[in-house]
């Protein structure tokens, strides 16, 4: 089963991506671990792990999580730790493809669908990233190695700014109007209780 599945991504043409969970951030605003949480009785960082190896021959996480980390799927400690900047550098940089597709472990509703979209427009381009109404997605989207030169030169100097990275780069907006009608749900993160309390209420 795995062999074929594995087979499928090839002829797909995904096997030069690694599916990268984003996972150094602190929780500072919930308060305890989003990645445990639980959503319809499946914690979060369990729904991006399924999506990724969905799509993804090879994952890894970066963030110190040891406690995350599963048999092929290391966690790597950011090497500049602290913002979305450092994850997206850590990540890139452990690859050991061209690409990364990157999820957060705090998404409930990470959709196949924004993903498959992402990567159809990715040619030509070094990043491939959701923008809405609300501003930009940096933390499900796909990025190339070509990124690492400005990303480091940024970290080094202490930019910690998506927007200043983008204006460096080659890339794709995938904007709202090309995204599918839910899009507000799939891109949901769950940052405060408050937020998480409203997100349960909802469930049926």
Known sequence: MHEAHNEKLKAAGLTDITGVLLAGGKSLRMGYDKARIEIAGQTLVSR???????YFTKVLIAGDRPDLAQPGIPAIPDIYPGSALGGLYTGLLSAQTDWIFVAPCDMP????RILELLLAHRNGFDAV?????HGYEPVFALYHKN???????????????????YQRIAIRFLD????????ERSLLNVNTPHELARLREKQP
Do not use: A, K, N
């Not at 509703?109 to 196949?112: E, K, W």
């Not at 990124?147 to 990275?165: A, K, N, S, V």
């Open 129 to 133: 990233v959701p923008r809405t109404p």
């Open 176 to 183: 709202w109007q090309e995204l599918p009608d839910d899009w």
């Open 109 to 112: 509703y990470p959709d196949h």
């Open 48 to 54: 991006s792990f399924d999506l990724l190896r969905r």
């Open 147 to 165: 990124c690492l030169t400005q990303m480091e030169d940024m970290l080094r100097h202490g930019q910690l700014r998506i927007y200043d990275f």
